[in-house]
């Protein structure tokens, strides 16, 4: 760690572009005012603030930004979060806005392709609170040279494939909600040749392909389920066990990726995920959440229900209400947890799993001692990876895995995407949200460098390669 930069309360340094021509950080927070905070990095040892962006004549949040070519995108979300987005588009030299464009509802990340000819948005269309008003999900590509003409594609086609996404582990379960309005897009990233982006839908355990010059999605590739049954998948799921205790259960973790970065190597893009875990939380009116103790168990499936059902086992693991009852009989026959407590390696192009961390993420974090593992998060979604992104330093591909509930990012050599090996921890702000990577080629110190945004302290640090 090379600088610490404290941006505000609760709610700032969300996410952070870096733009390589006026050597700034574009740094999200969202603290009461919206805005987007900027550093000068001229020396990343010694960042220098440089002024802010105010967000609220625009829209009601900026949820995400990205730089190319001297021009910042900010992903805004509406006045009221279920009307249509923006994004709106700033000079990094001057912060002139050059456009402002009209996406779907609630803009959760924007993403330049690398050749800068579009924009896209993964746009998640979540309900309001009281889930009377549910939008579409959607996905915006924004063409910059063409006026930045705007396409916005929902998941409507796909509505006939859906008893056949299911059976792979595709979830749709929001009340009285469409297809279209069940799918939530929350987080993108983009092939190298700029022709193909993955978004990740979370709340659904899925990956959507969209071909980007023809504007469309091209596929849905639905996720499955990990299996904590297994010892080498043991988790925790307790927070009344009086302990960090590992073992086997017969819950399943749905993935529930959030972020998702992807490398290319011979002939196969690679997907990283982020097993993050979420679920539809909005009482009085809907929530999937249980704690295992208030459900019923299938006497036939769980024998030892009475067993399981108590804290220091598994009576105090949320799990989903949304599923589990194969044989429709008003009990529980499988358990589904939210987030696999992972990363994961999926083949972009069929959606095929290649590697899981299975539990080395947290035994990492227990292994390093005081602070590294929350066990008050065990009976949710222990670590909770969030964040993840890749890069190359020197001639090695490294991941970085950020994960919420431990303050501490994953390092991992990726060299062979489908075996990735663990490097260290470093310790972090207090929930990391964004992470990115700055190549040395694009670094103001000529060293590749790792920014990390936490959105709960509100810091910003920067690592640099030694």
């Known amino acids: 760690e090379i600088s610490s930069t404290i941006i505000g309360a609760e709610g700032a340094a969300e996410i952070s572009a870096y733009d390589p021509q006026t050597k700034k950080l574009f740094v999200v927070t969202n603290t009461g005012v919206t805005k987007i905070d900027i550093l000068d990095l001229t020396n990343p040892a010694a960042p220098v603030p440089a002024g802010s962006i105010d967000i609220s004549p625009f829209g009601g949040g900026v949820n995400s930004v990205d730089v190319s070519n001297g021009k910042l995108a900010a992903a805004v979300e509406g006045f009221v979060k279920t009307d249509n987005g923006k994004v709106v588009v700033f000079k990094t030299s001057d912060l002139a806005v050059v456009k402002q464009i009209t996406v779907g509802a609630l803009p959760d990340m924007v993403k330049y392709t690398y050749d800068g000819k579009y924009i896209l948005t993964a746009n998640e269309g979540e309900p309001n609170s009281d889930y009377t008003v549910d939008p579409v999900g959607s996905i915006s590509i924004i063409r910059v040279f063409q006026d930045y003409a705007v396409t916005t594609v929902d998941f409507t086609s796909f509505a006939g494939q859906e008893a056949a996404l299911k059976l792979k582990g595709f979830r749709r379960f929001g009340p009285n909600a469409s297809f279209a309005q069940d799918v939530e897009p929350e987080y993108v990233t983009i092939s190298e040749n700029s022709r ?271």
């Open 196 to 466: 193909t982006a993955w978004v990740t839908l979370q709340e659904n355990n899925a990956i959507a392909e969209v071909n980007i010059p023809a504007r469309t999605i091209t596929k849905i590739m639905p996720l499955g389920f990990k299996d904590f049954n297994l010892q080498k998948n043991a988790i925790d799921p307790s927070d009344r066990d009086g302990g960090i205790l590992q073992n086997k259960w017969p819950v399943k973790g749905m993935y529930l990726p959030d972020a998702i970065a992807v490398v290319e190597k011979w002939g196969t893009p690679y997907l990283f995920t982020a097993n993050e875990g979420d679920s539809r939380d909005y009482p009085p009116f809907y929530s999937e959440e249980k704690r295992v103790k208030e459900i019923t168990m299938d006497a036939a499936a769980f024998p030892n229900a009475a067993v399981l059902r108590t804290d220091a086992n598994i009576g105090r693991l949320k799990i989903t209400n949304s599923m589990g009852d194969t044989d429709k009989d008003g009990d529980y026959d499988v358990l589904y947890s939210f987030g696999s407590r992972s990363f994961s390696v999926w083949n972009g192009n069929t959606g095929q799993p290649l590697f899981d961390s299975e539990n080395e993420l947290e035994d990492k974090c227990i292994a390093a001692g005081a602070g590294y593992y929350d066990d008050s998060r065990s009976d949710d979604k222990g670590v909770e990876p969030e964040g993840v992104t890749l890069g190359y330093v020197g001639n090695k591909i490294i991941a970085f895995v950020g994960m919420e509930r431990s303050n501490a990012v994953a390092i991992y050599n990726v060299n062979n995407p489908a075996q990735p090996s663990f490097i260290k921890l470093l310790p972090t702000g207090v929930g990391p949200e964004g992470l990115l990577f700055i190549p040395a080629s694009q670094s103001p110190s000529g060293k590749s460098l790792l920014v990390v945004s936490s959105e709960v302290d509100g810091t910003v640090k920067i690592y640099q390669t030694n």
